[in-house]
């Protein structure tokens, strides 16, 4: 168990529907990470933030946001969802900050299914 | 563009004998590469990691080899049991990439007892 809790574990939802991704990181970790994995794909950075705010953005869409609130867990949500959109989302954290450790600790994941 | 490649998609090997897991990267400015396993339906596990001031890291029966003039690392696993059955990905970050992780697509080793 790497202390990293995401909910829901599956999401089966239509295309053009909304959904929102939880994630509670380690406790003391600030920095919180997603990643989204497709078929045959490897895990691809999606975004950061630390101690509330937006640190890094990767491969993530217009269609896509997140945030991290004040007890540091975040959300990822996902709208106008699309076929392509189906993949396993996971979340990420570690203790952030300069001169931290670059190891990260991820949660079981979110399988996200766009029917 | 795919900075980390892991190019063999799938690795078998006999319970007992060594594996190896190779990787290769393209981007000059990482400077921190680290291994995570991952069995199906669980979300990866940190394994073992290398910064490039090192060419070697031994932790256990696990070992990871860094060449930086070639940008390749390798995973070896000595010796090799049923239990590490998983995919391995391989991953590298740098310093002003705010720790983000760049992974390569991942190697299935399947250790046949």
């Known amino acids: 168990d790497s202390g990293v809790t995401q909910t829901p574990k599956h999401l089966i939802t239509a295309t053009g529907q909304r959904v929102t991704l939880r994630c509670s990181p380690r406790s003391g970790d600030l920095s919180v990470y997603w990643y989204q994995q497709s078929l045959d794909q490897g895990l691809q950075f999606l975004i950061q933030?630390?101690?509330?705010?937006?640190?890094a953005k990767g491969n993530i869409l217009e269609r896509f946001s997140a945030q991290q609130f004040p007890d540091l867990h975040s959300e990822l949500n996902l709208s106008s969802l699309e076929l392509g959109d189906s993949a396993l989302y996971f979340c990420?954290?570690?203790?952030?900050?300069?001169?931290?450790?670059?190891?990260?600790?991820f949660g079981p994941g979110t399988r996200l299914t766009v029917t | 563009d795919q900075q980390v490649k892991q190019n063999s998609p799938s690795l078998s090997v006999q319970e007992g004998r060594i594996s190896i897991l190779n990787c290769d990267y393209t981007n000059s400015m990482f400077d921190y590469f680290l291994w995570y396993k991952k069995y199906p339906a669980e979300g990866p596990t940190f394994l073992i990691s290398i910064s490039s001031i090192k060419d070697k890291n031994e932790d256990g029966r696990f070992t990871v080899f860094l060449n930086k003039s070639a940008k390749h690392l390798s995973l070896h696993i000595v010796p090799s049991q049923p239990g590490d059955s998983a995919v391995y990905f391989c991953a590298a970050s740098g310093s002003g990439s705010n720790y983000k992780l760049t992974f390569g697509k991942g190697t299935l080793l399947t250790v046949n007892p």
């Open positions: 990420a954290s570690s203790v952030g900050g300069t001169g931290s450790s670059y190891e990260q600790y």
């Open positions: 933030y630390y101690n509330g705010e937006e640190r």
